[in-house]
């Protein structure tokens, strides 16, 4: 590393810390119903999307309304890809003549999209029309973020009000974000990105005489409009096969490093308006810097792995690309794991044993160092509540948190949240090691392939979405199985969470006493840090041990597959 | 029922918007205004497509400086990456292999090290750059194969270094040949 990668890195993590506030203030004011002034001259399409859907934005949902709409939107959201997939060889906008994909695939990409995981089952230059691009996986891109942000909406207002009943209106929650936020901001950048050499057409792909005198198909389509959201939403579901490594769709150093920074950018800025609607943001900013110093920590080992590991100096260009460079796709790769965004700039898989591994215990962490937009914040503050519950175990008191009474139905609910997707990433691989199925998918050999199995089932249960790409997740039983555990990994947080939210709203609050564990501090910065990694650790460490690490010290030893 | 009704009513509403509305937006600004970059950044020759700044293409001509070594063979729809990891046999002698042909191509001899752009495949399959010192070892085969003085050729590939703020700097192959065909003595 030289002057030049740490200057890269340093103008990063500034230009992040200084667009959170004043994104997160954008944010709030939107989840508020008071978008920015000059944005007011959407409000027609809000309204007109309210008369369209016959949805009155004001009237008050229970948490169990709210949850009901949240999944019947989604599912249809799903059905609609889905349908899109099946039908694209009759539908206009395919002018490369794809066929209907394959059914398995269909239903893992629907769900891959409705659950803002993206996982990428499909290869988008060679099997999806220009609408099913379009008017499928874009418009989930934009869908499934504004649910994230709308069950933080809800959980904030679950904290913030005292004795109510409701916690809001999803539909209200899902237009105002979508329409005042994600639209405008992947308007601006869609248009960056094309001035940098994202395409954006809707022509076919371009036959090319090489100099070489062989035919090559330039392939095209509608990107730039779907990458801009694909990164601010934690999406992360290229356009292209191979994501941003392919320079159709992260074409320069610049636009890799607002690319970059897109996928931080809003899962930032939700804390901060977290801090906003719950009235507390000294309690916010101690999130922030625990979720900074998780990133941080991970972004230095990765580093250290990737320029010190024995045969870096020959094989740490492997997967990545000349124009980006070791750093950058370092940083972008623990970027997009914190996050449960799962683009990739350079191949995961090839990267340094250990660099792959943090990679993958980001994942394992739960989606929720920043995590996904919206949801990082909701499964952080699962974590939260169980670190309010230890510190009270601790003195002898029933933990508050932010003022409301947290009791064994919240505990309850917290811990099924943070272990479900636990559970599922741990049955995942142990079918997969048991079965012929889940072995034969795998691309290389040793520890590393044991890697890629608990990459896959931890990518898809916590909504990343990235992968160690050797290995083949076409078959059945990663396709249908991948389907499954990206439901149960997306709803099976979601729903305890708005329960959570609909207890805590019902609840008085209780002023604060000498027995309250502070919340605001760095004690409990050091609590909150303690309980993420024990949960990962205790969790995942037999399979990081024998997958990543002793990967790490093969390689040491001089040992290949 | 009427949530099912008001999902679907709004689910169309907002596919319109942000499956309809917003990318012909976005495409007609970008056709507006950055049209060549839109359309794929095609680079043409005597009036015929010869392919795409962005993406690099086969070369086995020793006239033509040679891209990095592709996983997926510069296939385009859909391109590879080789997805080897560090502790994989198959990579240390696809290296070896890479190595050993570039030294061959460029009569080069051991002492030469070999920049690892050259050995490795990148992410993209199509990484259409290189690092200067990985063109400049190709020169002397470029030169004599042209007939050409390599001093041009360095010259011109001085000209073709591109720099940035945010990443290493490059040149890119499938330019730099198109002008080396213009390059007379």
């Known amino acids: 590393m030289n002057v030049s990668d740490f200057t890269y890195l340093a103008l990063f993590v500034a230009v992040l810390v200084a667009v959170t506030a004043p994104l997160g203030r954008w944010l709030a004011a939107v989840l508020r119903g008071e978008p920015p002034i000059w944005l007011r001259w959407l409000i027609p399409v809000e309204r007109g999307l309210y008369r369209l859907a016959g949805i009155r934005p004001d009237e008050e949902m229970s948490w169990r309304h709210y949850t009901g709409a949240i999944l019947v939107f989604n599912l249809l959201g799903g059905v609609l890809i889905f349908v899109l997939q099946l039908f694209q060889a009759k539908l206009p906008l395919n002018p490369q003549n794809f066929s209907a994909v394959p059914l398995g695939i269909a239903v893992n990409t629907a769900v891959s999209f409705l659950t803002n995981t993206n996982w990428q089952a499909y290869s988008g230059e060679s099997s999806l029309s220009y609408l099913t691009q379009m008017a499928g996986l874009g418009v989930q891109n934009f869908l499934s973020a504004a649910t994230g942000l709308a069950v933080m909406a809800a959980l904030a207002r679950g904290l913030s009000r005292k004795s109510a009943h409701s916690i809001g209106n999803f539909w209200a929650d899902l237009v105002r974000p979508t329409v005042y936020l994600l639209v405008p901001l992947s308007f601006g950048f869609a248009v960056v990105l094309v001035a940098q050499g994202v395409v954006m057409s809707f022509n076919p792909y371009v036959h090319a005489v090489t100099l070489a005198g062989t035919d090559q198909l330039i392939p095209l389509g509608p990107a730039a409009s779907q990458i801009a959201i694909k990164q601010l939403g934690t999406n992360g579901g290229g356009f292209f096969g191979l994501n941003s490594a392919h320079p159709f769709e992260n074409p320069t150093p610049l636009s890799n490093f607002l690319q970059a920074l897109a996928l931080l950018a809003l899962p930032a800025a939700c804390v901060y308006a977290y801090g906003l609607l719950a009235g507390a943001r000294r309690h916010a900013w101690v999130i922030y810097g625990v979720m900074l110093a998780f990133f941080l920590g991970a972004l230095g080992l990765s580093l250290w792995s990737e320029y010190s590991s024995p045969g870096s100096a020959a094989l740490a260009l492997e997967g990545k690309e000349v124009r980006f460079g070791i750093t950058p796709s370092v940083l972008w790769a623990n970027a997009t794991t914190v996050a449960s965004n799962g683009s990739v700039n350079a191949m995961h898989s090839s990267l340094s044993p250990l660099g792959g591994g943090i990679a993958l215990f980001n994942i394992l962490l739960g989606e929720i160092i920043f995590g996904g937009i919206g949801s990082g914040l909701y499964g952080m503050v699962m974590m939260i509540l169980l670190a309010v519950f230890l510190a009270g175990l601790m003195v002898g008191r029933t933990p508050e948190y932010l003022g409301k009474k947290i009791e064994a139905f919240e505990i309850r609910l917290a811990a099924i949240a943070v272990l479900l997707p636990c559970a599922a990433v741990l049955f995942g691989c142990a079918i997969s090691f048991a079965t012929e199925a889940g072995r034969s998918a795998v691309g290389n050999a040793g520890p590393h392939a044991l890697t890629e199995i608990v990459y896959a089932w931890a990518s898809m249960a916590n909504n990343n979405g990235s992968a160690f790409g050797s290995l083949t997740a076409t078959g059945d039983w990663y396709t249908w199985g991948g389907s499954v555990v990206m439901l149960l990994g997306r709803f099976g947080v979601i729903i305890p969470v708005l329960a959570i939210a609909g207890s805590l709203a019902a609840k008085k609050t209780v002023p604060p006493s000498s027995g309250t564990f502070p919340t605001d501090g760095p004690l409990f910065a050091v609590l909150l840090g303690g309980v993420i990694i024990i949960v990962a650790a205790l969790t995942y460490f037999p399979a990081l041990t024998l997958g990543p690490v002793l990967e790490h010290l093969l390689l040491a030893a001089g040992r290949s597959f | ?185």
């Not at chain 2, 690099?56 to 070594?69: C, G, N, V």
């Not at chain 2, 592709?70 to 997805?83: E, F, I, L, R």
């Not at chain 2, 030169?143 to 270094?161: D, G």
Request: charged share 20%.
């Open chain 2, 1 to 185: 029922m009427k949530t099912f009704l008001q999902s679907l009513r709004l689910l169309a509403g907002l596919t319109l918007l942000c499956g309809g509305l917003y990318p012909l937006a976005v495409w007609a600004v970008g056709q507006l205004f950055f049209h060549h970059a839109a359309e794929g950044s095609v680079l043409t020759q005597d009036d015929h497509v010869v392919g795409s700044a962005l993406l690099a293409q086969k070369t086995t001509d020793p006239r033509y400086f040679s891209p990095r070594p592709s996983a997926g063979d510069y296939a385009t729809v859909a391109s590879g990456a080789s997805n080897l990891a560090w502790t994989s046999a198959k990579l240390r002698d696809a290296v070896a292999a890479n190595e050993k042909d570039f030294r061959t191509q460029n009569q080069l001899t051991e002492a030469t090290p070999i920049p690892a752009d050259l050995t490795t495949t990148s992410g993209s399959g199509l990484d259409p750059d290189l690092s200067p010192e990985a063109v400049r070892l190709q020169i002397p085969r470029v030169a004599s194969a042209r007939h050409l003085a390599p001093e041009k050729i360095s010259a011109l590939i001085n000209r073709r270094i591109e720099t940035s703020l945010f990443g290493p700097t490059r040149i890119n192959v499938l330019q730099l040949n198109l002008l080396l065909d213009q390059l007379h003595d």
